[in-house]
């Protein structure tokens, strides 16, 4: 029984390039969630979505950011024209249920690196 | 808007002694996650406290929750160099999910 998967793992690009972030959530889980984490600090949320629906961008830029959780296949996050601070680590989670009712299972996560 | 804070942000302490880690939140939420970071690793999930008056334990770390006082405390019991990691809380409840700026524990032997 897999847990969250992300790929890929570890991510390169220059400035004004794209990077596109994937997430496989646990079998059967229908809620996925993006988390943001700069260095030394704590997680921010991003967004949140079930399948073809985004619930709450909240967190998420309004501009260059954008997420889908499609039918079939992951749930894919979307930088376009990276700037170097959009350097972090970036973590998936799903979870079965309601967001809040049940607990958020994660994923190792993408360390996005910006030169 | 949901606040959450943890203190202390760092925390240094000898094996074998006991320390809490304290978890506040702004508004009424009846349901708290403890989670542990280790360095470069993703968060493993620790305790899911769903009421008043909930406490959970396991090995040395026991977890309750104080929904009057918005309060959640993260108790270490004779600590050991393996629970050294950034200790997160988070609250949620329907669309609202905010994380804590973590705990960052170093057990010293």
């Known amino acids: 029984n897999a847990g969250v998967m992300q790929n890929p793992r570890h991510l390169v690009r220059r400035r004004g390039q794209e990077a596109r972030l994937r997430c496989s959530p646990v079998?059967?889980?229908?809620?996925v969630y993006w988390y943001r984490q700069l260095p030394e600090e704590g997680l921010k949320f991003m967004v949140y979505?079930?399948?073809?629906?985004?619930?709450?961008e909240s967190g998420m830029p309004k501009e260059r950011f954008s997420a889908e959780f499609p039918k079939e296949g992951p749930s894919i996050l979307r930088i376009q024209q990276v700037v170097r601070g959009d350097s972090a680590a970036y973590f998936c989670?799903?979870?079965?249920?309601?967001?809040?009712?049940?607990?958020?299972?994660f994923g190792p996560g993408t360390r996005l690196l910006v030169l | 808007e949901l606040k959450v804070e943890q203190n202390p942000l760092f925390l240094s302490m000898q094996e074998g002694k006991n320390y809490t880690i304290y978890c506040n939140y702004s508004?009424?939420?009846?349901?708290l996650y403890w989670y542990r970071q280790d360095p470069g690793k993703s968060l493993e999930s620790l305790f899911v406290?769903?009421?008043?008056?909930a406490v959970k334990q396991e090995g040395r770390l026991m977890a309750s929750l104080d929904t009057k006082a918005r309060l959640s405390t993260l108790h270490i019991t004779a600590a050991v160099h393996d629970l050294s990691a950034t200790y997160f809380c988070?609250?949620?409840?329907?669309?609202?999910?905010?994380f804590g700026p973590g705990t960052r524990l170093s057990v010293l032997p």
């Open positions: 988070a609250v949620g409840g329907g669309q609202n999910f905010v």
């Open positions: 989670a799903s979870s079965p249920n309601v967001r809040g009712g049940e607990t958020q299972y």
């Open positions: 406290l769903l009421s008043n008056g």
């Open positions: 979505l079930q399948k073809e629906n985004i619930i709450d």
């Open positions: 508004t009424t939420s009846d349901r």
């Open positions: 079998k059967g889980h229908s809620h």
